[in-house]
């Protein structure tokens, strides 16, 4: 592999807030070879974005390394001055961020901000800045018009190979990628990572890939190390990492990794009667071509499809695909417009009667992308849950203290169902005192509180890390 390029040794980095000290990193070390890649993985919150926040010297208030090396070649990162450390950053180590769009200016072409990176380390000509930008959007496979363009006019694909090329623009030895297809579907994300390893060999830098999804990492890293709360519990080559590692929380994500090959779907619910039934389902939405006409673009275009009872169907899509639409019309949070939709034989679209769709909605019910967004931050659990209770049941012939204690009897019920325990502690507690996993469940129990026949969930698990996915999947499935 060659000589270590980079070399962090015994890193400790605390956050102190009201005389308390919360140690974010500790006794952190690792190293990277001249032209390897090393993936650094671990879930939210285990101190992957400290280290390199660390490495950059950009850790910002409280956090404070109160120990340690960082070693860039022979020079101590820790020990360099502003000046030395603004020469040492994208010109020797650059940086590729989770979200392009928020890494790019909104009100600068694509060609300033990659000159403007240039400059900011170099004196260089407009001519010779030009030819560069031209050189990186050739490397990066990009048409050279769109050096003309904004970020917001640009795809999520094209914006991350947008950050890449900035990242280039100085030839720097290594490049951190932090998270940078998270945000991108699966099939961009591969295009996006064939396309690093296409540069990586041409250009010969090192890349410490920081990333959650530990599936990813080991198809193209030659070493990996595994971050827990702070700690390198695990590090060696992609393949011992692959098959368990070094430590039992390695081979807990290991397992974690869905096995598609040993999926045998289930033969039972074949012969079960239809429950929905979608025939040419058709959504638009306007798009003014200017102030005097506008043409329409079709969100959903004849798409038909059933599902059985008791049965588990995956509709899968990119982003814009139009997965999310379908699954506002089915739980009738909007309108379609051509095409029909059955429900246990019936036509919804003749649900309209404010009764009729609260009836709809409690055999319907969605469980949504963002476990942060979808339970209000001034409520608590119990108010979440008692909710949906209220509005469709009767409590008529009962006092309020003992509809109250039916109600509470109910949620602790539900919370048990979906593993929350001790149930009763999770009553009160408002959102952010949950992790996202924890309020996943949470969002699946208001969901199962009126019994529906149908639970539509939209990337359920997108945000949440691989081993709480499959916890959250496997509850799904044993529900």
């Not at 962090?8 to 308390?20: H, M, T």
């Not at 989770?98 to 380390?121: C, F, G, V, W, Y």
């Not at 995956?314 to 739980?331: H, M, N």
């Not at 931050?377 to 049941?393: K, N």
């Amino acid at each position: 592999m060659g000589n270590k390029i980079l070399d962090i040794n015994n890193l400790n980095v605390d956050f102190l807030s009201e005389g308390a000290s919360i140690h974010a990193v500790r006794d952190f070390s690792m190293h990277i070879n001249e032209n390897e890649i090393f993936g650094l993985v671990g879930e939210s919150g285990s101190g992957k974005s400290t280290v390199i926040k660390s490495i950059l010297r950009i850790l910002p208030a409280p956090g404070v390394i109160t120990k340690g090396e960082i070693k860039y070649k022979d020079q101590d990162i820790l020990e360099l001055d502003e000046s030395e450390l603004s020469s040492l950053r994208w010109s020797h180590i650059s940086v590729v961020k989770q979200k392009a769009l928020n890494s790019l200016n909104p009100l600068l072409k694509i060609k300033e901000q990659i000159i403007d990176t240039m400059r900011a380390h170099e004196q260089i000509k407009t001519k010779d800045a030009m030819e560069r930008c031209n050189a990186l959007m050739d490397l990066v496979e990009i048409d050279r018009n769109y050096l003309n363009s904004y970020p917001h006019e640009l795809s999520g694909g094209m914006r991350q190979r947008v950050v890449i090329a900035i990242a280039l623009a100085l030839k720097p030895k290594l490049i951190i990628m932090d998270e940078p297809t998270t945000a991108l579907d699966v099939v961009i994300e591969k295009e996006i990572i064939l396309k690093i390893l296409d540069l990586k060999s041409q250009l010969g830098f090192s890349l410490l890939f920081i990333t959650h999804d530990l599936n990813l990492i080991l198809g193209f890293a030659d070493r990996v190390g595994v971050m827990l709360e702070g700690e390198l519990v695990d590090t060696d080559t992609a393949e011992i990492i692959k098959s368990g590692g070094n430590n039992p929380y390695t081979t807990k994500l290991i397992n974690s990794i869905p096995d598609v090959s040993n999926y045998n779907q289930s033969k039972a619910n074949k012969n079960e009667p239809e429950l929905i039934h979608v025939k040419n389902l058709i959504k638009s939405y306007s798009r003014h071509a200017s102030i005097f006409s506008s043409d329409k673009f079709h969100a959903v275009d004849g798409v038909s499809f059933n599902v059985n009872k008791s049965e588990i169907v995956g509709l899968v899509g990119e982003s814009g695909s139009g997965k999310s639409t379908i699954s506002k019309i089915l739980t009738k949070l909007i309108d379609f417009d051509g095409g029909q939709i059955l429900f246990n034989g019936e036509d919804i679209s003749g649900i309209t009667k404010s009764k009729d769709l609260l009836d709809y909605r409690k055999k319907v019910q969605m469980i949504f992308q963002d476990p942060f967004a979808s339970l209000n931050s001034i409520h608590t659990v119990y108010h979440h849950l008692s909710r949906p209770i209220l509005i469709h049941r009767s409590y008529d012939k009962y006092s309020k203290k003992e509809r109250d204690q039916l109600v509470k009897k109910e949620i602790i019920a539900i919370l048990k169902e979906v593993d929350l325990s001790p149930a009763e502690e999770f009553l009160y507690k408002f959102p952010h005192e949950m992790s996202g996993g924890e309020r996943q469940r949470i969002a699946l129990a208001r969901a199962l509180l009126v019994q529906p026949q149908l639970i539509i969930a939209d990337e359920p698990t997108s945000m949440l890390d691989m081993s709480i996915r499959m916890e959250i999947l496997d509850l799904l499935k044993s529900l």
